[in-house]
RNA sequence: GGUGCGAUGGCGAAGUGGCUCAACGCUGCGGUUUGCAAAACCGCCAUUCGCGGGUUCGAAUCCCGCUCGCACCUCCA
């Protein structure tokens, strides 16, 4: 097992990574929304979580890795009659709340397929398969002392939980009104507390609720991350992923929520990986429905999804992307050839030789790979490592047609199989 | 208002004190090859890392100040 350093927002410096159990990482992402397409940039965590797999993996770990399905609709924001995106959805396409939840989870796993990622490396939880188990958590919650109720619904009370501005080193004071936080109507006692169950509208039949000890109606949006990983992996995870964005309120939240319900002092998660967003050029990547970037959009053009994903690969996960057809069509260009240089190489060296006996030479590429890859997981550097070797004259085609298939499972860039167009 | 991030060649991007007077990829340019072209191959393309100071034998890398840009806090990852 090699020595791994990852970032972790919490501290906000590069950490070395220790596994709570020996051999065995417990990873949680959080997954996709499915009452719309997932658009480029969501798929960029995705693309992330898939790459950090490779890579415990490489390093010797056995992982089990966790990604929930929100399913469940939640209100929109702002105004106090605001549609569920679900039910909205439901709405505007003519199907059951569930229907859309399937199209577009199906459509969520071809974008997934598409980009290389093998969806059965992971653990997939839906939100809507796991109320008894929110319920116990908001319960647990209740019991402790955490939560109140108001006539919409039993909150957390964020004052409670002295911890609460750990990760985001939110400055509670600093929020401003008018913002998420603006709804004094509903009584909430601090700015900062969230719903764990929402109460249906009286006089409304909602598609999806369900009966609670505190009437009928549906969880929060936090807690099915919550609850969701304890049922799968445990009270303590070692590695969570999401979104730059979800820093200050869903993570912050979910730590409350499930630190909460622990023994003092135990910690949840151990290391927070966060990914930076990707970008669009002019206009902004959408939030909502409207127009946006599908991966579709990209193969529409003509243009390979693991164009896409090599694109990806090219940044740090850390760092902002800014996303524009320029920049997709060298990546694409630099995948193509990529593709080509390793068939005419395999051809050249068809058969491999061991990792284990490599020339002193070769060797250096792989661990100059490794180390990159180690260190937070510089993918830039890597794939310049790999560039690198792919020019280097003075070492073999079997030996190069070994170490690039062997990169190519950490990178996972699809170099060994026939379905690339070239 | 709060929080966080960033500024490196035409573009993307790595690099957190000496092995980088700056990797790797794209584009461009010159050449070899070719009937021409394409492809392929060979070669070239930042004395410089937003600006101004400072620390140091030595800084893109550390410190101070400034300028500019971006994102999140509105259920986008």
Same mark, same amino acid.
């Given at each position: ?195 764990? !169950? ?11 609720? !369900?009966?609670?000890? !505190? ?109 524009? !057809? ?97």
């Amino acid at each position: 097992m090699g020595k791994l350093y990852f970032y972790n927002t919490l501290g906000r410096e590069k950490d070395l990574f220790m596994p709570l159990s020996n051999g065995k990482v417990l990873v949680y992402t959080c997954g996709p929304t499915v009452y719309h397409y997932a658009h480029i940039g969501n798929l960029r965590a995705f693309v992330f979580a898939d790459i950090l797999n490779n890579t415990l993996k490489q390093n010797g770990y056995t992982v089990k890795h966790q990604i929930n399905i929100t399913d469940v609709g939640h209100l929109v924001s702002d105004d106090d009659d605001g549609e569920d995106k679900m039910e909205k959805g439901s709405l505007r396409e003519g199907k059951s709340v569930w229907e859309i939840a399937e199209l577009y989870t199906q459509a969520f796993f071809e974008d997934l397929l598409d980009l290389n990622i093998d969806k059965d490396k992971f653990i997939w939880t839906k939100a809507t398969d796991y109320i008894p188990e929110q319920i116990e958590m908001v319960k647990a919650l209740e019991e402790k002392g955490y939560t109140y109720k108001t006539e919409d619904g039993i909150y957390f009370d964020t004052s409670k939980f002295p911890k609460y501005t750990e990760l985001a080193n939110i400055d509670i004071e600093g929020l401003q009104k008018g913002k998420r936080i603006a709804d004094d109507k509903n009584e909430k006692r601090n700015k900062t507390d969230f719903a764990l !169950w929402k109460f249906s509208p009286k006089n409304e039949k909602r598609q999806m609720e !369900w009966d609670s000890p !505190w009437g009928i109606g549906f969880p929060g949006w936090h807690i099915e991350c919550s609850s969701m990983s304890r049922a799968v992996l445990g009270e303590h995870i070692d590695i969570h992923t999401g979104g730059i964005d979800l820093i200050p309120v869903h993570h912050t939240n979910e730590i409350a929520q499930s630190e909460a319900s622990l023994e003092d002092g135990h910690r949840f998660v151990n290391y927070w990986m966060h990914v930076n967003f990707l970008n669009a050029d002019k206009e902004k990547m959408s939030k909502s429905s409207g127009d946006f970037l599908r991966l579709l959009s990209i193969k529409e053009k003509n243009i390979s999804p693991l164009s896409y994903r090599y694109l990806l690969l090219m940044t740090h996960y850390r760092k902002e992307l800014k996303f524009s !057809w320029e920049s997709l069509d060298a990546a694409d260009n630099a995948y193509q050839k990529l593709i080509k240089k390793f068939k005419a190489i395999v051809e050249n060296g068809k058969e491999r030789v061991s990792l284990n006996e490599l020339s002193f030479e070769a060797n250096n590429y792989k661990e100059a790979f490794e180390n990159a890859m180690n260190d937070d997981l510089n993918t830039s550097m890597a794939l310049a490592k790999m560039w690198s070797l792919i020019n280097d004259k003075n070492i073999s085609d079997k030996e190069k047609h070994t170490l690039i298939l062997y990169f190519d499972k950490y990178l996972g860039l699809n170099l060994s199989h026939e379905k690339n167009k070239v």
